[in-house]
């Protein structure tokens, strides 16, 4: 049995450590505490996450936060996260959580659902086009992290 849902404040100790498995699995170091992802979902609503279980174990989660389009004048859904462990894929919780992720999507009249992934990682990709997603190739992606912003500022 598949079961996809949002996460309750009792189980951010179990997303935490999702979230650490995906640091883990993309090789990077995860800064953030629980006590900073508990506040950013329940208290200032920066993000939301669905996490999914198969056979009440859970396996993955995904993370995302609202964005607006100037373009339609609707909000947009961001996916930044969509993790399933290694010992669950190939099962559909992929699926799954895109599924919740559609559904909210329309129930909220959100014009897309828009998430970028890593070159490297061609089994993510196949399953994005299995679901009919397609790949921006007008756009680039550009961050400025910290020391960059504050270089702006001087």
Aim: glycine letters at 6%; charged letters at 25%.
């Amino acid at each position: 049995m598949i079961e996809t849902r949002h996460v309750k404040q009792t189980e951010i100790s179990l997303l935490y450590t999702l979230i650490k498995e995906l640091g883990d699995y993309l090789g990077d170091e995860i800064e953030m505490d629980e006590a900073s992802l508990e506040k950013a979902i329940f208290t200032d609503h920066s993000c939301h996450s669905f996490i999914v279980f198969h056979n009440q174990k859970p396996c993955g989660y995904a993370l995302y936060y609202y964005t607006f389009s100037t373009m339609t004048g609707k909000k947009g859904i961001y996916l930044l996260d969509l993790y399933v462990r290694e010992s669950a894929r190939g099962l559909g919780l992929g699926k799954k959580l895109f599924i919740a992720l559609a559904s909210l999507a329309k129930q909220e009249d959100c014009c897309r659902i828009d998430w970028d992934c890593l070159k490297w990682n061609q089994g993510s990709m196949e399953m994005y086009r299995a679901i009919g997603a397609s790949i921006r190739d007008d756009h680039e992606f550009f961050r400025l992290e910290l020391p960059q912003i504050e270089e702006l500022l001087k």
